[in-house]
């Protein structure tokens, strides 16, 4: 086991589930580095349209995700819905998800701890995270989230066009032979369908405390 100050979280969930915001709320309270790796697989997305590469094309994708580098990547052209539905098309191909391996361990793995948060950062990036988080909320919940966000950005996209989108991406990231989207045995489960930003916070930061208050005894 590493040093409880050196402590990784790993927080997966489904799309729109509040997992990202609930991260960067814990990176805050923490003081940890904070990586959305969803903004991994966009940015390979991104680069294949930008470049007029096919998403199928696993190896060119992957020459493109290799290229990548943390630092470059710019949040808000990659949080489109377009974008989103071609990331989940790379994220299929194992050699993307190679390509993007060695980045995410090396995020986890700097001196101080971080949190990163995705689909499969406690099944397989970071299988010995001290604390994993798997955060879900019902379908309609989480398009209605979806598309407040969107909407207020200018795109038009209505709920049932969200609610059919989000079946279609969580079927493809359940249902991939790679790094499956799925909770890891030991996480800790966080249904944020009824519960405000601040409550599911809340209740991470208990279950964070708890994780390091046993480590400081062991
Ligand atoms: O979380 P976000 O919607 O930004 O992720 C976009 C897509 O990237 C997901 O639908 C999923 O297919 C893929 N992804 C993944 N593994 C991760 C993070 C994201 O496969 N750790």
Redo the contacts with the bound molecule.
């Keep these: 086991m590493r040093s409880s100050e050196d402590l990784i979280i790993a927080v997966d969930g489904t799309?729109a589930s509040g997992k990202g915001t609930l991260s960067k709320g814990l990176a805050t309270d923490l003081g940890l580095p904070h990586l959305?790796?969803?903004?991994l697989?966009?940015a390979t997305a991104k680069a294949c349209l930008d470049a007029g590469v096919d998403p199928e094309d696993a190896e060119a994708a992957a020459g493109l995700a290799k290229a990548l580098k943390i630092d470059d990547m710019k949040p808000e052209d990659l949080r489109t819905a377009e974008v989103?539905q071609v990331?989940?098309k790379v994220?299929v191909h194992p050699p993307v998800r190679e390509a993007l391996f060695q980045l995410q361990r090396d995020f986890a793995y700097q001196r101080g701890g971080a949190i990163l948060d995705?689909?499969?950062?406690g099944t397989v990036v970071c299988p010995e995270a001290h604390v994993k988080l798997w955060v879900d909320a019902d379908v309609e919940t989480r398009a209605a989230r979806r598309v407040a966000e969107l909407n207020a950005k200018g795109d038009p996209i209505t709920q049932d066009e969200m609610v059919a989108q989000l079946r279609e991406?969580d079927e493809?990231?359940k249902n991939r032979a790679i790094?499956p989207m799925k909770p890891a045995e030991d996480a800790h489960l966080l249904d944020t369908t009824h519960l405000s930003i601040d409550a599911a916070r809340a209740k991470a930061r208990q279950i964070v405390d708890q994780v390091r208050a046993d480590l400081a005894r062991s």
Excluded at 36 to 39: A, K, Q, V
Excluded at 118 to 121: E, L, N, V
């Design positions: 799309l959305d790796t969803g903004l697989y966009r989103g990331a989940s994220a995705g689909r499969d950062i991406r493809r990231d790094a």
